[in-house]
């Protein structure tokens, strides 16, 4: 079976009433995680998006929280689910703003953790490629928010 694009699904869509759309959305949901939690972010969350970048960061804290750290290997295999974590919540809120608090929040966390990611090359390019993309963001801000997070970006080094 052939997905549609999404113009023909945006046609199709509008042509169907409320009731019917109602049911696709419950229907969406009960097969994949994910559908529910993007209908469940879209319905109760979108609306407060510093609430939700709140919650994402306690999120965050908890899974530094239950990170073993007695080899490299556990870390690098947390930090990439954290990263995971991350990444689905950027898809949820299509946010660059929330990507960039999320990712700077994720690096000084690893910093005052005092992972030491200088001694694993893994750890070094997961690091470095946060930081890239923390500066790709950036650049895709206003002035005046890249300016302030240009200055928290300088703290990470």
């Known amino acids: 079976m052939k ?27 009960k097969f994949k995680k994910e559908n529910k939690e993007l209908l469940t972010y879209l319905l109760y969350e979108a609306h407060d998006e510093p609430g939700y970048i709140i919650s994402v960061k ?3 804290d908890e899974q530094f929280e239950g990170m073993n750290v007695s080899h490299l290997y556990f870390i690098k295999k947390t930090l990439r689910k954290i990263l ?4 689905k919540h950027v898809r949820y809120t299509g946010s ?12 000084k966390k690893i910093n005052e953790a005092g992972i030491p990611v200088q001694k ?5 390019n997961l690091y470095n490629n946060q930081v890239k993309k923390i500066q790709t963001a950036i650049s895709a801000l206003h002035e005046d928010l890249q300016y302030d997070y240009k200055k928290e970006m300088q703290e990470l080094r």
């Open 58 to 60: 306690k999120e965050i």
């Open 96 to 107: 660059k703003q929330a990507e960039i608090e999320w990712l700077i929040y994720l690096c």
């Open 84 to 87: 995971r974590i991350i990444s």
């Open 3 to 29: 997905a549609a694009t999404i113009h023909e699904l945006k046609q199709e869509l509008s042509t169907l009433s409320q009731k019917e759309l109602v049911e696709l959305c419950l229907r969406l949901g």
């Open 120 to 124: 694993n090359t893994a750890l070094l």
